[in-house]
């Protein structure tokens, strides 16, 4: 690699649109490619970027007269269409503030309030990282807690992005009460 060089990260999607690092004849693929664009002077390094798979754990306050699961359920799909990989870019933080309010925005949400469960920082919504290669996410561990700087996760200094890459399982709701607080 040229220190002098550009850097590109990337990544790629597989067949179930989950990221994964490029390999080796697509590098070449997009070198090639560029090459015809360059001026002879510049130059650019191909890099991956790292991936930091996270869960999301959230409350919820119920409103009167509206069924709990129901609005938990479309609670959970609200997020899941927030975390849509399509929509995020390397190294793009994630705002807390900005996850509670979609899940506001649900009807029959009242309030989203921080879980009580393993959240020490009183945060209104909890992101934890999922690493474990074993269970299918990339290895990459970060330390959430010291990223969260008044209630936005910032990314690594090496070039990463966020992924939930098991929604159905890396979301996870509850709700508290209603507004009767039962």
């Given at each position: 690699?040229?220190?002098?060089?550009?850097?590109?990260?990337?990544?790629?999607?597989?067949a179930?649109?989950?990221?994964?690092?490029?390999?080796?004849?697509?590098?070449?693929n997009?070198?090639?490619?560029?090459?015809?664009?360059?001026?002879l002077?510049?130059a650019?390094?191909?890099?991956?970027?790292?991936?930091?798979?996270?869960?999301?754990?959230?409350?919820?306050?119920?409103?009167?007269?509206?069924n709990?699961?129901?609005?938990?359920?479309?609670?959970?799909?609200?997020?899941?269409k927030?975390?849509?990989i399509?929509?995020?870019?390397?190294n793009?933080?994630?705002?807390?503030n900005d996850?509670?309010?979609v899940?506001s925005?649900?009807?029959?949400?009242?309030?989203?309030?921080?879980?009580q469960?393993?959240?020490?920082?009183?945060?209104?919504?909890?992101?934890?990282?999922?690493?474990?290669?074993?269970?299918?996410?990339?290895?990459?561990f970060?330390?959430?807690?010291?990223?969260?700087?008044?209630?936005?996760?910032?990314?690594a200094l090496?070039?990463?992005?966020?992924?939930?890459k098991?929604?159905?399982?890396?979301?996870?709701?509850?709700v508290?009460?209603d507004?009767?607080?039962?």
């Amino acid at each position: 690699p040229n220190p002098l060089a550009l850097n590109m990260y990337m990544l790629g999607y597989d067949a179930g649109r989950k990221l994964v690092q490029l390999n080796r004849a697509v590098k070449e693929n997009i070198r090639i490619y560029l090459s015809q664009y360059r001026v002879l002077t510049d130059a650019i390094n191909l890099k991956d970027a790292y991936i930091i798979n996270i869960g999301v754990r959230f409350s919820i306050v119920v409103r009167r007269g509206f069924n709990k699961n129901e609005v938990l359920f479309r609670a959970i799909q609200a997020v899941k269409k927030h975390f849509e990989i399509k929509k995020w870019q390397i190294n793009q933080p994630i705002v807390l503030n900005d996850i509670a309010y979609v899940i506001s925005l649900v009807e029959g949400v009242i309030s989203v309030v921080p879980p009580q469960d393993n959240n020490p920082n009183k945060n209104v919504v909890v992101i934890e990282n999922k690493y474990k290669t074993t269970e299918g996410y990339s290895g990459n561990f970060y330390d959430i807690a010291s990223g969260i700087i008044d209630g936005v996760l910032y990314p690594a200094l090496d070039p990463s992005i966020f992924e939930i890459k098991y929604p159905n399982a890396d979301i996870k709701g509850k709700v508290v009460g209603d507004n009767l607080g039962i």
